[in-house]
């Protein structure tokens, strides 16, 4: 491989890395500034899973700008993540409107 391709891969990923950041940043914002529980969940379920998203990404591009195989590793982590937090964020605003119906 050559050297400015894993310069360039290097970079994508430093890329990937910073923006990973940042919707982890304006997620955790979200959690700590919204007012009600359904808003203070909405916020960090979507920007968190982007930023975990955007670290898996970075995880592979970096291995493969190495010289390395990509592991299965990081896409069942990244669909394991995609699958179980609206899931687990839908049952977490069923259980609250159980427990405190609308009014």
Avoid: C, N
């Amino acid at each position: 491989m050559s050297a400015a391709l894993a310069l360039a891969g290097d970079a994508l990923a430093a890329f990937l890395l910073v923006t990973a950041a940042a919707f982890a940043l304006v997620g955790s914002y979200a959690l700590a500034t919204l007012s009600t529980f359904e808003k203070r969940l909405h916020g960090p379920t979507k920007a968190t899973t982007m930023g975990v998203g955007g670290t898996l990404a970075a995880s592979v591009v970096a291995l493969l700008a190495g010289g390395a195989e990509a592991s299965l590793r990081e896409i069942l982590v990244a669909a394991f993540l995609f699958v179980t937090a609206p899931v687990s964020a839908h049952m977490l605003v069923r259980a609250a409107r159980t427990l405190r119906p609308p009014r």
